[in-house]
């Protein structure tokens, strides 16, 4: 009931910056965390960050001081904000929510993901 969309990825060379966002839909009563995963090749699926309702965030270490996450509650939209990029941030990158329908369920749900490469 709840589905999720990504866009902003790309080919960007080392240094360079991105602005992913997220938006999700369907039948949604809150979403208490929204986040960001990526997935690269041969690698195990790595949470990137979090942020919750009242903008508390966390971020895996690898990303600290280069990413931030956010979010608009109003238009149930989230954005990661990537600088600084490495080849090794190379990945699919997928949105995340943890949210609860207007049904009363709660669950987990995953975007379909946007490839981020980068490389000179």
């Known amino acids: 009931q709840v589905s999720l969309v990504e866009s902003g990825g790309g080919l960007v060379q080392p240094g360079g910056s991105l602005k992913l966002s997220c938006t999700a839909s369907?039948?949604?009563?809150?979403?208490?965390?929204m986040g960001w995963y990526r997935q690269a090749p041969a690698k195990q699926r790595e949470l990137v960050a979090t942020?919750?309702?009242?903008?508390?965030?966390n971020y895996a270490d690898s990303v600290k001081g280069r990413f931030t996450i956010s979010r608009d509650n109003s238009k149930n939209t989230e954005y990661l904000q990537m600088n600084d990029l490495k080849p090794e941030d190379t990945a699919v990158y997928l949105c995340?929510?943890?949210?609860?329908?207007?049904?009363?369920?709660?669950?987990?749900?995953w975007g379909q993901g946007t490839q981020v490469t980068v490389s000179s």
């Open positions: 369907g039948r949604i009563s809150s979403i208490p965390i």
């Open positions: 995340y929510a943890y949210a609860r329908t207007t049904s009363g369920s709660i669950s987990n749900y």
């Open positions: 942020i919750n309702v009242g903008g508390n965030t």
